[in-house]
């Protein structure tokens, strides 16, 4: 016979954090009170809200967290208490400061918004002109070119430096490690400067979007070498050893076995390295001489990016030009969002296909 | 120590030593390995018996620092011999880990076609070559619908099993198997040394195994390797299974295969 089993209602979804009523009315107040105490204290006294925060409600919240904590689940309470405080506060801290920035620049930017700003070049602009009139195309192509071109060299470059350090088992390989670190620090000023001084000083070459592209190639090589040679690091010695059990050179178990592992990671390294030089300036005042027409040719001739019109617009400094700056800086924001999300959806994680049904 | 020359030894290590680094860690291993014969090894954990499997396929020498010495003649030729691509020396005998290692980008049927793909060769009729490789490994029935699935999607001991169908795709003249049961139930076990008895019709076999059992019902030969204190582990007794469980020679020998060591 079969037996019915008495469905049975959950008594508390988690024991082990013995909830009822009069422990979550605790941990409740140890939530609130210190907050409100310390928004009245201030308030009242007209204290500094920096003040407040930091002297009165930080350690009223860790005093009252850390009681709670403690009476509830003795030691083990205490700690938790005094290590989430001190995780909530500072994420709380780091996300209020990220989310300022990208709030000024959409408040400010999202005014300059508008078809012409997208489509139109700055040509017979000047800083008075109505905001109406004139635009960053003519950047935004400058900036896609230059960065690009940049994207292109380097990103071989960087991969293949990563393959060096990773699959080879040359005697060089910490040199050229310590050698990409230390230039991952490299101020980018001096990467312009290296540019201009041997090669627009010396009359090499005129200012243009090679110039440019090539004072951003080493702040851009070390990102894309070291995310790389991560992303490689990782896939499981299993798996090579797999791949030349059967009988693989080296390069198909490279080409088929770790680098189809390794993808998504790579994929990052080329987005970091983007994201590292799209909004580089000071070497691009340098090497790039900026124009207010359209020109779609690196190799000669002046030449505008996002960066150099941002900062030109800038120190123009009449009301108009800050608020194209803001405008500038709102594409700059766009302009990355869109590469991240085509190169993931492009190159990122490719799942194998699951069939829907089996029948 | 009993000594077993066939004349049609398909396989053999003429003494082989071997160091990481300035470490002796096996020394003057001599054995022979006949045709279409298993061939289990045995021995406590760190006498060298996997160190030992990798250098007939030399995949030893991709370890860093590794050393050898001596000679592995497949047919009578020296796999080490100058002008030998190890690439070839793979390809003709093939091996399976101690853990699964399917490639975690390709779906099953990829992964047996993975061998022949990664050793440049050509896939003609690519669906018979899967089912039967899959047949022999005695895993079809349960991965038949769903070869397109990814590999990772299948359980540890189906994971071996594809390894295994994997590594027969190549039709490999030798098939070394590092403790290939190592993580498997029971049944896969079962599976898995059924397996290996079918296949050795047309395949030298050498395995490793920690398990006493499956050495007696797989191997018609075995070798017993022990590395004594701080001493390169070494071949204390070789001859056939039948001699080595229920004959020993060696006193150390008895002693293992009874239980009674450490
Ligand atoms: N990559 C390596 N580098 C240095 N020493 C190693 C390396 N691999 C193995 N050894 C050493 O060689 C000796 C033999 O190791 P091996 O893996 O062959 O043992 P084993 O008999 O297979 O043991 P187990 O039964 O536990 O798998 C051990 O002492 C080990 O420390
Ligand atoms: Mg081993």
Not at chain 2, 91 to 100: A, C, T
Not at chain 2, 163 to 180: G, K, T, W, Y
């Amino acid at each position: 016979m079969a037996q019915v089993i008495a469905a049975k209602t959950r008594p508390t979804s988690a024991p082990w954090k013995r909830r009822n009523s009069r422990n979550i009315l605790l941990v409740t107040l140890a939530s609130v009170l210190p907050a409100a105490v310390a928004a009245a204290v201030t308030v009242l006294l007209g204290l500094d809200g920096a003040i407040g925060l930091l002297v009165l409600f930080v350690p009223l919240q860790l005093i009252a967290s850390v009681g709670i904590g403690g009476y509830l689940f003795k030691k083990r309470g205490r700690q938790d208490a005094a290590l989430i405080v001190f995780t909530v506060f500072f994420t709380v801290l780091v996300a209020v400061l990220l989310s300022s920035v990208l709030v000024a620049v959409f408040e400010a930017g999202l005014r300059m918004m508008r078809w012409s700003f997208i489509s139109q070049n700055a040509t017979y602009i000047s800083p008075t002109t109505s905001l109406d009139y004139g635009g960053l195309g003519h950047a935004v192509l400058g900036s896609i070119l230059v960065v690009g071109f940049t994207t292109l060299v380097t990103v071989p470059l960087g991969i293949g430096v990563a393959i060096y350090l990773t699959e080879s088992r040359a005697s060089g390989r910490n040199f050229i490690r310590s050698l990409i670190q230390s230039m991952s620090g490299l101020p980018s000023v001096v990467s312009g400067l290296f540019i201009y001084s041997a090669m627009i000083v010396t009359h090499w070459s005129g200012q243009s979007g090679i110039t440019g592209s090539l004072a951003l190639m080493p702040l851009m090589l070390p990102t894309v070498a070291r995310v790389c040679e991560e992303a490689l690091r990782l896939v499981p010695t299993d798996l090579r050893s797999a791949a030349l059990g059967l009988g693989a050179p080296n390069y198909r178990m490279f080409l088929q076995v770790v680098l189809p592992a390794a993808k998504s990671g790579i994929v990052t390294a080329v987005l970091l390295g983007v994201a590292r030089i799209i909004g580089e300036t000071a070497p691009l005042l340098l090497t790039v001489n900026p124009s207010a027409g359209t020109n779609l040719n690196i190799f000669a001739g002046q030449i505008e990016t996002l960066p150099t019109y941002l900062f030109g617009n800038l120190s123009l400094s009449t009301d108009y030009s800050v608020q194209r700056a803001w405008g500038a800086a709102l594409i700059v924001l766009f302009l990355v969002l869109i590469i991240f999300t085509l190169t993931r959806a492009i190159g990122g994680n490719k799942q194998l296909k699951t069939p829907k049904k089996r029948k | 120590m009993t000594q077993l020359i066939t004349p049609q030894a398909h396989l053999r290590s003429e003494d082989i030593n071997v160091w990481f680094g300035e470490r002796h860690v096996l020394s003057d291993v001599n054995l022979t390995f006949p045709e279409n014969q298993v061939t289990a090894l045995i021995g406590p954990s760190g006498c060298g018996k996997s160190t030992f499997i990798r250098t007939l396929n030399r995949m030893h020498e991709l370890i860093p620092g590794a050393g050898l010495s001596g000679a592995v003649l497949l047919d009578g030729q020296d796999i080490y011999g100058d002008g030998v691509n190890p690439v070839d020396v793979r390809i003709k005998i093939g091996m399976v880990f101690q853990k699964p290692n399917p490639f975690p980008t390709m779906s099953i049927k990829e992964n047996i076609l993975s061998g022949l793909k990664l050793s440049g060769r050509k896939v003609t009729n690519a669906d018979e070559l899967v089912e039967t490789s899959l047949r022999r490994a005695s895993i079809w029935n349960e991965v038949k619908d769903r070869l397109n699935e990814p590999a990772i999607s299948l359980s540890g001991g189906q994971q071996q099993r594809l390894c295994i169908a994997r590594s027969l795709a190549m039709e490999p003249q030798v098939l070394l198997m590092d403790e290939p049961c190592s993580a498997l139930d029971p049944g896969s076990t079962r599976r898995i040394e059924e397996t290996i008895e079918e296949i050795s019709e047309s395949m030298t076999i050498v395995i490793v195994t920690h398990n006493m059992q499956q050495a007696q019902r797989v191997s018609q030969q075995t070798a017993f390797f022990l590395a004594e204190d701080g001493n390169p582990g070494t071949v204390v007794e070789f001859g056939a299974t039948e001699d080595v469980f229920n004959r020993p020679i060696d006193p150390r020998t008895n002693d293992y295969v009874n239980g009674h060591f450490g």
